[in-house]
């Protein structure tokens, strides 16, 4: 006799036995804390290409995994987890820093939600910065910001050289960011969020705060101030 299986159901078994490879495991350890080319994911969970895209393959067709074109260089893609494929799943990786900063190019939106969203979040504390910061916070980013509750109408933009630090965590929030850092912040994370003002609408801005806010969720569980030492796993 045939069984009839929910879709819910055998979508979760694809996901179970998408993860259920050591690489494939691997890989999505490492999207759970920021986006990154296929060559950058190659070199760090030591695969190569052919096997890479083998995996990566699988795992886009589980659902758990899609592909963006950097806004920055048009010739490079970057690989990021698709939202809510991984409900609940906690990062393994744990880091330890003193401060994350999070930049964007104009340090007009993007990276001031994200510090925003991150200082409700962490303990750890958070400052924002831009490459080519803009004279002010867009507008639609502060009134974004009062619909989670937070605040921006004191905010300022500021260069990346008045604020990071050599022990920073960094967090580049866009792609033009993320590429011209290549040289300056070796070890540093990338969210490759669609630049809101591109599109200067309401909607763009929500969408770019709801995918901040879901990053800032995965990553803060992850992250520890040194002083304090790691967090205990387990327990109640």
Request: hydrophobic fraction near 40%; charged fraction near 25%.
């Amino acid at each position: 006799m045939s069984v009839e299986w929910s879709s819910s159901l055998v979508a979760r078994a694809r996901l179970h036995a998408a993860l259920g490879e050591p690489a494939r495991l691997a890989i999505v350890d490492r999207l759970l804390l920021g986006d990154a080319s296929p060559s950058e994911i190659g070199r760090e969970v030591g695969l190569s290409s052919n096997l890479l895209a083998h995996h990566v393959k699988l795992l886009e067709q589980a659902g758990v995994v899609e592909r963006s074109r950097s806004e920055g260089d048009h010739r490079r893609t970057y690989l990021r987890l698709k939202p809510g494929a991984l409900a609940g799943l906690a990062p393994q990786g744990l880091r330890a820093a003193p401060r994350v900063v999070f930049v964007c190019t104009h340090n007009s939106a993007r990276s001031q939600l994200a510090a925003a969203l991150w200082k409700r979040r962490s303990t750890v504390p958070a400052a924002s910065a831009g490459t080519r910061p803009a004279k002010r916070v867009h507008p639609l980013a502060a009134a974004v910001a009062g619909e989670y509750g937070l605040s921006l109408s004191d905010a300022r933009t500021w260069h990346i050289n008045e604020v990071l630090r050599s022990e920073d965590l960094v967090v580049a929030v866009c792609d033009n960011a993320h590429e011209q850092l290549a040289s300056r912040v070796a070890d540093r994370l990338h969210w490759s969020v669609p630049d809101p003002a591109r599109l200067g609408t309401p909607d763009a801005f929500e969408s770019a705060a709801r995918d901040l806010a879901d990053r800032v969720d995965r990553l803060a569980p992850a992250v520890h101030h040194p002083a304090a030492g790691p967090p205990e796993r387990g327990g109640d």
